[in-house]
């Protein structure tokens, strides 16, 4: 046969109309994509909770009108394969199956290799102007607003893991800046485990589930995690922050954020200053208590992602201050004797005060979570104008890592044009092809100099806003595999943190080392983790030894003395209760309208009132049930209170008789009220009943007149209750206060 029957256009189509035919001398303009058909435009995008969450509506695939596949033909069945008759085998001409289930084996990319599990959120940070002295990044000019996505996460867990485990926290912020992207890779530490890159895959590998039976699962309760540290005492002081309530946050909106490392800013004049990041939470820094953290991972293990997209759903959005430590510049880079380039040391705020430079509020959820959270990739390296980096070892290490694992993860080296990667600055870069091209790159000369394509693109000239590295003094040295020696000290910091913490806060950290060590098997690892506990504080190091039924090490050595820090203690002052979320236990009998007041003071204050009741549906027809006794636990309220019963009037108030006043009882009186009640007040939660809801109390085992328990008409309790939530818990309550 001719090759000209296939490809020669003139040839006539048998009753086809007459048209001219087009040139096919040149390749064709490429074009805009076409917008998308009538049908393709969806209903407006909700979120499962049936908010608007005001994505564009054609990036919904699923609310077009018709399925189509992915090459956008439009489909007739996709319930049944193409079969040679409904009893006979699978053709395998059928495009859809394959395609459909060939996607499916390709649905998973590796899981990143730390920090796997997290959540975040989209905001926009608003600089105050106040470091304009100090860096001339334009984002940190007085009243710029900068777009950000936030990603929280855990550090050990898998991605399904659950989330109120004790470990680290990352908190890592993209600013979507007009000189470029800005990550700011935080944790919710403020040191580190390590002093050189090199030593990551140890304490990972350390951290990380067993390699035999691969448990446990996102916790350092193990004898790896144990023998590493005790081992390689530069991880004491972090370890002993994963130890107190900071290893498990109430909420990540409760998070104070660290960049750990020391940066160097840099000013209009090229002046240099060095800075240590920080992110304050408006709504207070506070810890769930361990009991609570565990019920929580059997009852919610999504608890800290669904109460960050719920608080932002319901409008309460979450802010942090960005703050700045700032220090000279000196040719030694210390700071009043601590070295800046030490992960493991911190400056106590009281030596250098973290002066706030912006505030950053996250008002939007992700629309989808792979294409977004999981998507995202971080890097330290990412910087702009005005921001660089400092000599740190670990640091430095990090520079290297960040885009090497998104090419095992993203599956290639064009991962920043993923639209959440996608800087706002315009890229003109020349970087081509590879796997997951986006980019339709015209021009012939992707070189740097050429004649062809204009010549361009040309360089930035310094007062053009291009990145400058800062040209510091790199000293003479012979090449080594050695630290400065200002590294060796590994225990006065961990002192200084644990004599910094209240009463309470130590004994939260006595207790979490007893369980972690009760729960290695190798009695030499408990002896050597001991042994440096005795090195930071002879109490500490006796209290643990006598709950593991060890004897207590004598210190080996003499360790520094430094003042405490208060700053690092999370008890204390008065926080915006707004987001706080109060259970209010009621029933069929319950009066309405008292009801309906509470929960619109609560409502006022900005609180989130959840009506507990024995059934779901409705109370009276009119208030709405959030949560049935089935469903509630203590473990999801700030705090909690018992409506008063229907009953006839009743003398029960304060009384210590339960039934008082209602010869059937309470009808709330049930094993599974009691249990909430007794987890509050164990929690050290605040806990109210008004009228003959006290009678629940008393059944549940509270006194009435206990700290952080109100009781009497609902109004006083209410106001009882939003001033307890502003301290978060009742520490008084508990055997160490
Ligand atoms: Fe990371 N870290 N890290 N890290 N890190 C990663 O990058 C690494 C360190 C932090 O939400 C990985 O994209 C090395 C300190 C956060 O996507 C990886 C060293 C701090 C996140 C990596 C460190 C962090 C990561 C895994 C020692 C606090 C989550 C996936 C030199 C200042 C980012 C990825 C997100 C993620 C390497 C130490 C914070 C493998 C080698 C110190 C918040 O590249």
Redesign the pocket.
């Known amino acids: 046969m001719s090759d000209k029957s296939t490809s020669d256009p003139d040839l006539p189509i048998p009753g086809a109309p007459a048209a001219s035919a087009p040139s096919l001398a040149e390749p064709i303009e490429p074009r805009e994509p076409l917008p998308p058909k009538p049908d393709q435009d969806g209903p407006e995008t909700v979120s499962p909770t049936g908010v608007p969450t005001g994505a564009p509506k054609s990036s919904n695939a699923q609310s077009g009108r018709y399925l189509t596949t992915a090459q956008g033909a439009r489909l007739r069945d996709t319930d049944h394969s193409l079969k040679a008759g409904p009893r006979g085998p699978v053709l395998l001409q059928d495009h859809h199956l394959r395609e459909k289930i060939t996607h499916f084996d390709h649905e998973r990319i590796p899981e990143?290799?730390?920090?796997a599990r997290?959540a975040a959120a989209h905001g926009v940070f608003v600089a105050n102007g106040a470091a304009e002295g100090v860096t001339r990044a334009g984002f940190l000019a007085r009243g710029t607003e900068t777009p950000v996505f936030v990603?929280f996460?855990t550090v050990l867990g898998s991605r399904g893991s659950a989330d109120t485990v004790r470990d680290t926290r990352?908190?890592?912020t993209k600013f979507y800046t007009d000189e470029g992207n800005y990550d700011l890779?935080?944790?919710n530490i403020p040191v580190?485990f390590?002093q050189d890159?090199i030593k990551?895959p140890d304490v990972i590998h350390a951290g990380k589930p067993h390699p035999d039976r691969e448990i446990p699962q996102a916790q350092s309760a193990h004898d790896t995690f144990w023998d590493f540290v005790s081992l390689h005492t530069e991880a004491q002081h972090h370890t002993m922050w994963n130890m107190s309530d900071r290893g498990i946050p109430r909420s990540y909106r409760t998070m104070e954020g660290?960049?750990?490392?020391t940066f160097r800013l840099v000013n209009a004049k090229g002046e240099t200053t060095l800075v240590k990041f920080h992110w304050k939470p408006r709504q207070g820094v506070h810890s769930l208590v361990w009991e609570e953290a565990q019920i929580i991972n059997g009852m919610d293990p999504d608890f800290h992602r669904r109460d960050l997209a719920d608080a932002i759903e319901a409008g309460a959005f979450p802010q942090w201050d960005l703050g700045i430590q700032v220090f000279p510049d000196t040719e030694d880079e210390m700071f009043e004797g601590i070295d800046l380039l030490d992960?493991t040391k911190l400056v106590p705020e009281e030596l250098a005060p973290v002066q706030i430079i912006g505030t950053m509020t996250l008002n939007a959820n992700p629309t989808n979570f792979f294409a977004e959270t999981e998507q995202?990739?971080?890097h330290p390296g990412h910087l702009v104008p005005g921001i660089d980096v400092t000599n740190d070892p670990?640091l430095q290490?990090?520079l290297f890592?960040?885009i090497?694992?998104?090419l095992t993860?993203l599956g290639g080296p064009n991962f920043s044009q993923i639209p959440i990667n996608r800087p706002h600055a315009p890229v003109n870069d020349m970087l081509r092809d590879g796997f997951h091209q986006d980019a339709d790159h015209a021009g012939v000369a992707p070189y740097q100099p050429n004649s062809l394509d204009g010549g361009c693109p040309f360089m930035a000239g310094a007062d053009m806003g291009a990145f400058i590295d800062v040209p510091a003094e790199v000293p003479a040295s012979r090449k080594v595999r050695e630290n400065p020696a200002s590294f060796d000290d590994h225990y006065s910091q961990a002192r200084m943190f644990f004599r910094s913490l209240t009463p309470v806060e130590q004994d939260h950290v006595v207790q979490a080392y007893t369980f972690e060590l009760g729960k290695c098997y190798e009695e030499n690892i408990r002896l050597r983790q001991l042994q440096s506990l005795a090195n930071i504080d002879a109490r500490l190091a006796a209290e643990v030894a006598m709950g593991l039924g060890l004897e207590a090490p004598e210190p080996e050595l003499a360790v520094e003395d430094t003042a405490p820090s208060p700053a690092l203690s999370q008890i204390g002052g008065s926080w915006p209760v707004a987001g706080r979320i109060v259970g209010v236990v009621a029933d069929d009998t319950t009066d309405l309208g008292a009801l309906s007041e509470v929960l619109a003071t609560l409502q006022a204050e900005g609180v989130v009132p959840l009506v507990v009741a024995p059934h779901g549906g409705k109370l009276g027809g009119e208030i709405t049930v959030q949560r049935t006794y089935l469903t509630a636990r203590s473990t999801e309220f700030d705090a909690v209170v018992v409506a008063a019963s229907g009953a006839p009037a009743t003398d029960a108030v304060g009384s210590l008789d339960a039934k008082a006043g209602n010869p059937e009882g309470h009808p709330s009186l049930d094993p599974r009220v009691t249990l909430m009640l007794g987890e509050a007040f164990r929690h050290a939660k605040a806990i109210g009943a008004w009228g003959d809801g006290s009678s629940v109390l008393m059944a549940a085992g509270i006194p009435t007149d206990a700290p952080g328990v109100v009781t009497g008409e609902a109004a006083e309790v209410t106001a009882g209750l939003t001033g307890l939530l502003a301290g978060h818990r009742v520490w008084e309550r508990t055997v160490a206060a």
């Open positions: 990143r290799v730390v920090h997290g990603r996460s990352g908190f890592s890779v935080a944790n580190f390590i890159a990551f660290f960049g750990v490392h992960p995202v990739a971080f670990l290490g990090r890592s960040y090497d694992t998104q993860r």
